[in-house]
C-alpha cells in the first residue's frame, strides 16, 4: 500500500466510529505506561484548565444577566413566555461558550505544553517502529505554524458556532440536535487540531490534514467526539489531555495507512 494515499477503509461508519473513540482508550493505555511524561503532560493542561474553569463558572455566575441582554425585546412578554426564552437563551450561550472553549482550550493548552506533547507523540510513534519520512522542523517555526494552524481552526469553530448559537433559541431543537451537531463541529475540529505534531513531523500542513481525515471521517470524528465529551467533564480536559496527544499520533498513523500495532 502506498502511504502517501489514504484510502478509507471498507467497514461500516459505524464500526470506523467506534475504532476511531476505541484510539483514545488505546492513547491512555500507552500514555499511562510512562510516569514522567504523565507528570509533564498534565501540567501544561493543568494551567490552562484553571483560567478555563475560572472563565466558565463566572460565565455560569451571569448567565442569567446575559440571557436578559441577548433578550430585551421579550421584557413586555408574559412571565411564563419571557422565562422560556431566556431560558433557551442561557442554554445556547453555555452551549457555544462549551464548545468554543473546548477548542480554544485545547489550542491554548497545546501551545503552552508543545515541547511535553511533542515528546509523547513521538514516544508514541517510536513505539510503532519511528515516523516515516521524518522531517527535521526548527522548535520557533514549528511553534508558529502550530498557533496560526490552531488560531485558523478556532475562528472556524467560532464562526459555526454562531449558527448553533441561533438554532440553540428553537424549542426542543435548541436543546436536542443542536448538541449532538455541536459534538460532532468540536469533534471534528478537535481531531484536525490533535494530530497536528504528527503531521508537522512529516512536513504536512493544516491542508494535508483535512484531506487525510477526510478520507476515514467517521474515524476521526470518532476518535474527536470522544475526546470533545471527556473535555466537557469537570478536570477531565486536564487528565485527558496528554492521552488525546497519544490517541492522536495513532489517528494519524492510520490516515496515511501506517500501522498502529506496537513491534
Known sequence: MNASRTVAPVTGAVARFLGGAGL??????????????MLLGVVP?????????????ALLYFVDDLAAWLTPFADDWSSTARG?????????????????????????????????YEAISERVEDRLGGTPGKVDVPFWASLRRSIADSLRLVAISALIGVPL??????????????????????????????????FYRRGMRLPDRRSRL??????????????FLCFLIPLGAVLVMPAAVAGAALLARRTLGQHVEER
Do not use: C, H, N
Open 24 to 37: 483514545l482508550l488505546r492513547g491512555f493505555g500507552m500514555y499511562v505506561r510512562s510516569p514522567k511524561l
Open 45 to 57: 493542561a493543568l494551567i490552562s484548565g484553571v483560567l478555563y474553569v475560572a472563565g466558565f463558572a
Open 84 to 116: 422560556l426564552l431566556r431560558v433557551a437563551a442561557g442554554l445556547a450561550v453555555v452551549g457555544v461558550a462549551a464548545l468554543v472553549g473546548v477548542l480554544t482550550f485545547t489550542a491554548v493548552t497545546l501551545a503552552v505544553g508543545d515541547p511535553f
Open 165 to 198: 448559537f441561533a438554532a440553540g433559541f428553537i424549542p426542543l431543537v435548541g436543546q436536542t440536535v443542536v448538541p449532538v451537531v455541536g459534538a460532532g463541529v468540536g469533534g471534528w475540529f478537535l481531531a484536525l487540531e490533535l494530530v497536528g505534531a504528527p
Open 214 to 227: 477526510r478520507a476515514d471521517r467517521p474515524t476521526a470524528l470518532g476518535f474527536g467526539v470522544a475526546v
